[in-house]
Each structure stands twice: as C-alpha cells, then as structure tokens.
C-alpha cells in the first residue's frame, strides 16, 4: 500500500510572517492526522521559521530547488547539506519552471537527485509536456525521455527512495486541469516504465504525485485514480484554508 502525499510548493511568495502564520493554522487543524504525508516548500528564507513551528508535528518540511555539489564557488546556490540542516526532509527537483525558465536539463536534474539522496533527502522529481507536445502526441516520448534520463543510473534501492510529480506544463497556474483520466493515463505510463526498468515490486512501491492547479474541487477524483498518490499543490498551497480543504478531501482515499 503507497502512503498518500499532500505538498505545497510555495513558489516565490510568503514573507517569513506570512509563513508562520500559514503553517501555524496548518498544524494547529492537522495535528492528528496521520492518514497521509503532508509537506510544505517555502522558499529558502523561510525554512528555519517554518521548520520552527512544525518541529515534532506531522508536517514536513521540504526546499524547491538544491545544487549538486556540496560547497563552493557557486553564487547563489544552496546545496543538500545546508538543507539538511535546517531540517529540511524534501526537494523539489526539475520543476517545469526551473526548466524552463533556469534552463535546468534531464542531466541536470540528474546531478541534483544523487546530491539529494546523498544526504537523506527525499526528492520530488518533476516530469511533464509542454501545450506543444500535448497537442502533437509527444506526451509520451517525452515522459520517458526525461524520465530515463533524469532516474539514469540510479539504483533499485535508490529510486524507491524518490517520489515522482507529474505536472502537465500547460497545467501549471492556468486554471486548466488535466482531466482525472488524463492524468492517470500518464501516471499509468510512468508506473509501466517503472516496471520496464525496476521490476514490478519496486515500481509499486513508488509514489507518483499529479500537479498542475489542483484545487479542493478536483483532489478527490484525482485521488481516486489508481495509480496518482497524491499532488504537489501550487497557488492553492499559498491559502491556509484551501490547502486544508485539499488535504482532507484527499485524506480519505489511500493507497
């Protein structure tokens, strides 16, 4: 049975206040519920403040972004050990957004998952086509693509260790949603892949999230889908209300 998994990927938003006061009513409402995993990504400044009021709760914390090397002459970086030091548990890696606006690439991407798992940290892998590739059947080659060459190398014992987010891009902050039989199409695919590549024991084991505007209407029928664990929430992740509307309508349907 996979666990279900609720995160929030804050973007570039909240003020430390902002974020206290969001994670504070969130644990204050989740404090007992232990049905399924619950992860908030704030931005960098904000991690030791949040990761002050969840201390001990069932809320993690995860970061949106690391780097592959562990120090030095990288301007602007933060790399898996300082974050692991502030408590952090996940990361996002390879974010649509970081592609595409970062020029992040598979090997990229690549780099940064091994740097994650050096250190304990579990990684939240994104993967997911463009309007473009949608429209001109691609949706599938290019899944694998960045799926074979984003996982390459990577271990049974390793990838068992990753959490897989598919984001359709042309999802992604538009209002648009895939429907819940489109996305579990692709997540049935990645899942097939998995088997290609791992074997059938591992790839039951790994969850695989849905993202791209998922609101508190849409999370339950996605949920239900046999092979979606759960969704990596953006703009809705940033209203304390909203976000606990997704999580308990999600809660009640578990792998």
């Known amino acids: 049975m996979r666990r279900s998994i609720i995160a929030g990927n804050w973007k570039l938003n909240n003020t430390e206040k902002e974020a206290v006061a ?10 007992d519920l232990t049905e399924l995993d619950i992860v ?4 960098f400044t904000a991690i030791p403040v949040v990761h002050d009021v969840l201390f001990e709760s069932n809320i993690a914390v995860g970061a949106q972004d690391l780097y592959w090397e562990d120090s030095g002459a990288f301007t602007g970086e933060v790399s898996a050990p300082l974050l692991k030091e502030l408590g952090v548990k996940y990361v996002i890696v390879g974010h649509s957004e970081r592609r595409q606006l970062f020029g992040e690439t598979n090997q990229t991407v690549n780099k940064k998952i091994c740097a994650a798992l050096r250190y304990g940290l579990t990684p939240i892998v994104c993967v997911g086509e463009v309007l473009q590739e949608r429209e001109g059947n691609k949706t599938f080659d290019t899944i694998e693509t960045q799926c074979k060459e984003s996982l390459a190398g990577l271990t049974a014992e390793e990838i068992k260790k990753i959490i897989i987010a598919y984001e359709p891009v042309w999802a992604i902050g538009t209002g648009k949603t895939a429907t819940p039989q489109q996305a579990q199409e692709v997540h049935q695919f990645i899942r097939r892949w998995l088997v290609k ?8 084991t790994i969850r695989i999230q849905y993202g791209g505007s998922v609101k508190p209407e849409n999370i339950a029928e996605l949920m239900a889908q046999p092979d979606i664990d759960g969704a990596l929430v953006g703009g809705a992740s940033l209203k304390a209300d909203t976000f606990i ?3 308990r309508n999600s809660s009640g349907i578990l792998k």
């Open 245 to 247: 509307q997704i999580v």
């Open 40 to 43: 908030v990504c704030p931005v």
């Open 22 to 31: 969001l994670v504070t009513a969130l644990r204050n409402v989740f404090i």
């Open 197 to 204: 590549m791992y074997q059938d024991k591992v790839a039951m």
